[in-house]
């Protein structure tokens, strides 16, 4: 007689028609721009936060050109940095949201 319980150690049956969420191309596209989002990210708000200390080694010592060239490029290449990297951040988790929701 055979036992119908199923082997816990067996592999599960792989269904070849839907690839898998590591072969998917568009969940591995969408996994290479979470982590360039990642990576935009922490870039802008470093230099968001290089800006803020800059802005008070400023005050403490004088705002001389080079601390006010500093503080203002660090605010225009972290806003050009970061906002983009902010957008892509919304769309990568809604589109794991609506894949989720989907059952896919």
Same mark, same amino acid.
């Given at each position: 007689?055979?036992? +119908?319980?199923?082997? +816990?150690?067996?592999?599960? +049956?792989?269904?070849? /028609?839907?690839?898998? @969420? ?7 596209? @969408? /996994? ?7 990576? $935009?990210? @922490?870039? $802008?708000? $470093?230099? %968001? ?6 802005? %008070?080694? $400023? %005050?403490?010592? &004088?705002?001389? =050109?080079? *601390? !006010?060239? #500093?503080?203002?490029?660090? #605010?225009?290449? &972290?806003?050009?940095? #970061?906002?983009?990297?902010? *957008? %892509?951040?919304?769309? !990568?988790?809604?589109? =794991? @949201?609506?894949?989720? =929701?989907? &059952?896919?």
């Amino acid at each position: 007689m055979t036992d +119908p319980t199923p082997d +816990p150690d067996a592999d599960p +049956p792989v269904n070849r /028609a839907v690839p898998s @969420r590591a072969q998917d191309p568009v969940r591995r596209r @969408r /996994a290479q721009v979470a982590r360039l989002v990642s990576v $935009g990210q @922490r870039l $802008g708000y $470093g230099l %968001f936060a290089a800006a803020v200390v800059a802005f %008070f080694v $400023g %005050f403490v010592v &004088g705002f001389d =050109e080079a *601390v !006010v060239d #500093l503080i203002v490029g660090a #605010l225009i290449i &972290g806003s050009i940095v #970061l906002a983009p990297s902010i *957008v %892509f951040a919304y769309a !990568v988790k809604a589109a =794991e @949201r609506d894949d989720l =929701e989907q &059952g896919r």
